[in-house]
């Protein structure tokens, strides 16, 4: 990290610029939400010690009531794509490895309650198998990677290259997780969604909530790919979109099987909403009126509950009549399996 023209921010390879030269967090030094677009010119010493230390993260947790939390990269991309802007492979590997060694020390120093998704160097389908197995060795708990390879000029995840990468993280019981804007062309915040003639803070508005359903084409493309049937123990998460979306695509996709692919999706034994019951999580923060009717269309054992802390949208200062509201209906089942059960289980915690 090195400062210039006035900012501080990730260098990598030298020259190249990674990240945003900002905290990336909304949360200033005395524990108050910033909203807006003010965050963009908050750097490190301008946020909590919560957004990057071990032990004001924990004791964040502590306040919020919160004991064990998944966290995502920031500076390498949510999908790790940031690393690729070097030439240099062996470079390449090497940050994967730093990054994922300072994961499991980030885990260890938080008292095993702050879990880090190890990143993927899937440009490399054969290092990134080796990988998977030195992160599982590491104490890590599942890996994040790259909704789009095909835009690096990699196979798509269709195909049986990325064969091995399926069967070790199945082997290992590493869950594979797709947040939002992980990859170049998912990661938009401003240029697509909204229209030129908005201001800042509306379009920042509009692209994040575009962003949320970039997801959908993952999943979608992932159930017709036939990879859940082919491996029906590995699990795939959905992270940072949302749910409520999810029973009608779901629903869309279980049509179009039948209605415009019935000799190409033969293959697949049951229909694409049985696959995300079985293999697949959403996860949701804000949302209020969707939880029931989704938990409903899937049942309590694919939803998650994220804070999605330090970022925009995070739920802080903890708001709980918006919880309660959002659980209205549910029975203490599924309340337990949307808040403990389901990532104890996937994610190999203690609780």
């Not at 095909?150 to 269709?158: Q, T």
Request: one cysteine or more; a negative charge; glycine letters at 8%.
């Amino acid at each position: 990290m090195a400062e210039r023209g006035g900012k501080r921010r990730w260098w990598f390879d030298k020259d190249i610029p990674i990240g945003l030269p900002i905290a990336s967090s909304v949360i200033d030094t005395e524990g108050r939400k910033i909203t807006g677009t003010a965050f963009f010119d908050m750097d490190n010493e301008m946020v909590h010690r919560a957004s990057f230390e071990p032990e004001a993260r924990t004791a964040m947790l502590d306040v919020l009531g919160i004991h064990a939390q998944i966290m995502y990269p920031n500076v390498a991309g949510f999908g790790n794509q940031n690393f690729l802007k070097s030439a240099d492979n062996e470079l390449r590997l090497l940050s994967v490895s730093i990054y994922n060694d300072a994961l499991a020390e980030f885990q260890e120093d938080t008292g095993q309650r702050v879990f880090g998704m190890a990143l993927l160097p899937w440009w490399d389908l054969e290092a990134a198998v080796a990988e998977v197995k030195r992160a599982h060795s590491n104490g890590l708990r599942g890996i994040v990677t790259c909704a789009n390879p095909e835009e690096a000029g990699m196979p798509d995840m269709a195909t049986s290259d990325w064969n091995p990468v399926w069967e070790i993280c199945s082997e290992l019981k590493m869950p594979i997780n797709f947040h939002i804007g992980s990859s170049k062309g998912n990661l938009d915040f401003f240029g697509k969604a909204p229209w030129p003639s908005f201001g800042a803070e509306r379009k920042l508005a509009v692209g994040s909530a575009n962003l949320f359903m970039g997801n959908a084409r993952t999943v979608g493309n992932l159930i017709y790919s036939g990879v859940p049937e082919r491996f029906p123990e590995l699990k795939f998460v959905s992270v940072e979109s949302g749910i409520g979306w999810l029973p009608f695509f779901l629903e869309v996709l279980d049509h179009q099987m039948y209605e415009t692919a019935p000799n190409e999706l033969s293959d697949l034994s049951i229909l694409p909403s049985e696959y995300f019951k079985r293999q697949f999580y959403g996860c949701f923060w804000f949302e209020k009126s969707t939880i029931k009717p989704t938990i409903d269309f899937l049942g309590n054992q694919s939803v998650m509950f994220e804070t999605d802390f330090p970022h925009p949208t995070c739920l802080y200062p903890r708001d709980d009549d918006s919880l309660y509201a959002a659980l209205e209906g549910l029975s203490n089942d599924d309340i337990r399996a949307i808040f403990q059960d389901n990532a104890a289980s996937l994610y190999n915690i203690a609780v």
